[in-house]
T-cell receptor, first 112, second 115 residues
Framework: TQLLEQSPQFLSIQEGENLTVYCNSS?????LQWYRQEPGEGPVLLVT?????EVKKLKRLTFQFGDARKDSSLHITAAQPGDTGLYLC????????????FGEGTQLTVNP | DTEVTQTPKHLVMGMTNKKSLKCEQH?????MYWYKQKAKKPPELMFV???????INESVPSRFSPECPNSSLLNLHLHALQPEDSALYLC??????????????FGEGSWLTVV
């Protein structure tokens, strides 16, 4: 059972377009992280959200945590080729101790 | 500073070899992790150390042996691996404490190829 559904799995867009990636669950998370990973490198933390309804912005990236803390979204405005990579959401639940639940990832390609 | 350092960056080993992957962090984090990741898939948890004690072993085969010599170091000893063990091995650490959001910080990974 996949506890954190991430969509879309693949996304190929042109430079300048906007996009949104979603992570959804029927479980409540105490916090949720978004990472970006490039081939052969480790995931790099983009943001942690902990409060229901929280919105965080990082330049052209906007992250939102659902009011019920069961879902999250990542919106990229005016995507650039440098945004290309694997985007991972990962949630922590109070009942899971040290474990994180990962989504399956979204492979984003931004074409010049 | 949120740096987790892994060595080596790349490792090629035969199925009869013994090698080790090393990880170091100086952020004072008391939880350290080993993950295995295949291409374009999410990381899979292998081991968790909490306050230098092994707290989680996700039924990992005994050919992988973790070691935590002190609060800053984490090793993964490899012996008699199989070609299907080839993957990116990620070390990670997490600060303890309720107000830290359970954020895990990853190293750059060690690419392992078993031949």
């Amino acid at each position: 059972t996949q506890l954190l559904e991430q969509s879309p799995q693949f996304l190929s867009i042109q430079e300048g377009e906007n996009l949104t990636v979603y992570c959804n669950s029927s479980s409540v998370f105490s916090s949720l992280q978004w990472y970006r990973q490039e081939p052969g490198e480790g995931p790099v933390l983009l943001v942690t959200v902990v409060t229901g309804g929280e919105v965080k912005k990082l330049k052209r990236l906007t992250f939102q945590f659902g009011d019920a803390r069961k879902d999250s979204s990542l919106h990229i405005t005016a995507a650039q080729p440098g945004d290309t990579g694997l985007y991972l959401c990962a949630g922590a639940r109070r009942t899971s101790g040290s474990r994180l639940t990962f989504g399956e990832g979204t492979q984003l390609t931004v074409n010049p | 500073d949120t740096e987790v350092t892994q060595t080596p960056k790349h490792l090629v080993m035969g199925m009869t070899n013994k090698k080790s992957l090393k990880c170091e962090q100086h952020m004072g984090h008391r939880a350290m992790y080993w993950y295995k990741q295949k291409a374009k898939k999410p990381p899979e948890l292998m081991f968790v150390y909490s306050y230098e004690k092994l707290s989680i072993n996700e039924s990992v085969p005994s050919r992988f042996s973790p070691e935590c010599p002190n609060s800053s170091l984490l090793n993964l000893h490899l012996h008699a691996l199989q070609p299907e063990d080839s993957a990116l091995y990620l070390c990670a650490s997490r600060p303890q404490g309720r107000d830290r959001g359970n954020t895990i910080y990853f190293g750059e990974g060690s690419w392992l190829t078993v031949v």
